[in-house]
Nanobody, 120 residues
């Protein structure tokens, strides 16, 4: 069974930085995509950033230039460095691990979420 454990959330002032980490454990296929999604109160969960096992990245337009996603494949860990944080970045951030099966099947697993609050 795969488990995702997140850490690094908290309260930060606008313009500040935070670094989120997510460690995956269990039976993990080597070819996968890891990343971060977020959900603000009253809003749908949205993609923040993802990174494939080969290092290809994807970012939401709202975080480009401010956030950086990276991973350590040996540790099955994904990171999200968040700089120049804005109040609108306030949300619960969820780690995601996506693996792939036959015929285009995708399997998503989620962490428990970590709260990020950007407030002066």
């Amino acid at each position: 069974q795969v488990q995702l454990v997140e850490s690094g959330g908290g309260l930060v002032q606008p313009g500040g930085s935070l670094r989120l980490s997510c460690a995956a454990s269990g039976n993990i296929f080597s070819i996968n995509t890891m990343g971060w999604f977020r959900q603000a109160p009253g809003k749908q969960r949205e993609l923040v950033a993802t990174i494939t096992s080969s290092g290809s990245t994807d970012y939401a337009d709202s975080v480009k230039g401010r956030f950086t996603v990276s991973r350590d494949n040996a540790k099955n860990t994904v990171y999200l460095q968040m700089n120049s944080l804005k109040p609108e970045d306030t949300a619960v951030y969820f780690c995601n691990l996506r693996t792939y099966g036959t015929r285009g099947a995708q399997y998503d697993r989620w962490g428990q979420g970590t709260q990020v609050i950007v407030h002066s």
